[in-house]
């Protein structure tokens, strides 16, 4: 009998010791950010980190579609430094990059001081702005190629009907035409992202202090750079981070709207990469010229960020 309760005992101060471990488990904070961020780091090491890792790896070898190769160390990128057209990729990624997120930028800014504004109808037109960004990059892409055809362009029929050309443009069918088509699909993409964003920034700036520098005498421009612009620019910093990035990056539009063409005159390096790795097959060389895109986008957040801080600090 004696031993049976001294079991009984044991068992049931185990018990008791399971349950307050786990109560304190589930009272510790460090257990339960643990718990809630399990799930996103799971997806970021699956979705970002492997496919990254696999690509640095790739870059070094001479995989191809069929075949495992063979370790090259840094000969792919050796390659691609050599290679005329990822050069005229690379000067187009830079130029696009600039051009579009300069654009957005300054009409972005433009259409929020004047959504900032009160008039009738507000609301409808602050919702129809986001339409260019919310329609999917493929069918607006496609649109905006039928409007720049060669043959059946209604951007041609209406200049020449209106009397202001007497011949077609070439908007795609010339290299320095269609990168100024794609930075124009990409500004009329991008903008109501910039706007709708510094919108947000606006409204958060009070009116007194526009009321007072009006009672000093300070002009609409003085207002704007003197109390609205330092006030705005963290916000319009951290919209220029994103567009920096998804602009440099960009696939979609040029995929669809030049293919890289004319001869081969309009390649991103994204648009590149992926004509050599997927569909010439050449993963290696692929995965390389991929790569490059990534010290030149942590350089330019970095040096943003770090001037962000700063401003911040002062």
């Avoid at 009397?163 to 500004?187: E, H, K």
């Avoid at 009329?188 to 958060?204: D, E, N, S, V």
């Amino acid at each position: 009998m004696g031993g049976g309760r001294t079991a009984e005992g044991l068992h049931l101060r185990a018990e008791r010791a399971r349950a307050n471990r786990l109560r304190r488990l589930l009272d510790s904070e460090k257990a339960l950010a643990a718990a809630l961020l399990a799930p996103g780091l799971a997806i970021l090491v699956l979705l970002i980190a492997y496919p990254f890792v696999m690509a640095l790896w790739y870059s070094l070898t001479s995989i191809r579609v069929g075949d495992a190769g063979t370790f090259v160390g840094l000969a792919n990128f050796s390659k691609a430094i050599d290679d005329s057209i990822f050069q005229t990729a690379f000067r187009n990624t830079l130029f696009y990059t600039f051009w579009a997120t300069l654009f957005k930028l300054l009409l972005g800014m433009y259409l929020a001081l004047l959504l900032n504004r009160h008039f009738r109808f507000k609301r409808i037109v602050r919702a129809s702005m986001l339409l260019p960004f919310i329609v999917p990059t493929v069918l607006s892409a496609f649109a905006w190629r039928w409007m720049f055809d060669p043959t059946f362009s209604v951007m041609n029929w209406a200049l020449y009907h209106a009397g202001m050309i007497t011949d077609r443009l070439p908007f795609l069918s010339s290299g320095d035409w269609a990168m100024w088509c794609a930075v124009a699909v990409n500004t009329w993409r991008g903008t109501p992202f910039f706007a709708i964003t510094l919108l947000a920034g606006l409204q958060t700036i009070s009116p007194d202090l526009h009321e007072a520098a009006a009672l000093d005498g300070a002009n609409a421009w003085h207002r704007f750079w003197h109390v609205t612009w330092p006030l705005l620019l963290p916000v319009t910093l951290v919209v220029v981070v994103f567009s920096v990035i998804q602009t440099f990056s960009d696939f979609q539009l040029i995929y669809v709207l030049t293919g890289g063409g004319p001869a081969n005159s309009t390649h991103l390096i994204a648009t590149y990469a992926y004509q050599i790795g997927v569909n010439s097959g050449l993963l290696g060389e692929g995965a390389a010229l991929s790569l490059f895109m990534f010290p030149v986008l942590f350089a330019v957040v970095w040096l943003q960020l770090r001037f962000l801080r700063r401003t911040e600090v002062t």
